[in-house]
């Protein structure tokens, strides 16, 4: 990792260390040691229409590692109080979104896959998916 920005406390963008030569770049993610949390699950999102934004939820425990392995997309992101956002824009880009941050996904460019890795299997009853909730939860 060589810099990170803390957008809120529990989300985070980091930069990852691209190993870099003559014939490319190769990023690598461990977990316990780039990616702070075990991974349970991967998931990816491709094909979206630049007019489509996702996400506009919160998870209650869960941790994602979200990176656009190719394009890019702006992640909108509250804690409950304020709004920030974050451009993910290079492979090399990672936002870890903790538990209790509301996030949606907006501007994907044509052929952009969002990968992202979480620490635990899908469950429903992790998110909150209304912002009027979310925000007395986060009070
Ligand atoms: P959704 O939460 O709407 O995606 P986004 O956060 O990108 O807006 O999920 C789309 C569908 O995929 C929904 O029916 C739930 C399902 N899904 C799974 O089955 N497993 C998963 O790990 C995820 C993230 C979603």
Request: include cysteine.
């Amino acid at each position: 990792m060589i810099a990170d920005t803390e957008i809120f406390p529990g989300c985070t963008l980091v930069r990852h260390r691209a190993i870099a030569d003559a014939r490319g770049a190769l990023v690598a993610l461990e977990a316990g040691r780039e990616v702070p949390f075990g991974i349970a699950r991967a998931y990816w999102v491709y094909g979206v229409d630049p007019a489509s934004p996702r996400g506009f939820h919160a998870h209650r425990a869960l941790h994602q590692w979200a990176v656009c392995v190719a394009g890019s997309c702006r992640m909108r992101l509250s804690d409950g109080h304020e709004w920030r956002e974050a451009v993910l824009d290079s492979p090399d880009l990672a936002l870890h979104i903790g538990p209790m941050i509301w996030h949606e996904m907006h501007d994907f460019a044509p052929g952009t896959v969002l990968l992202v890795l979480a620490s635990a299997p899908y469950d429903e009853a992790d998110y909150i998916r209304d912002f009027s909730d979310f925000e007395a939860l986060a009070r």
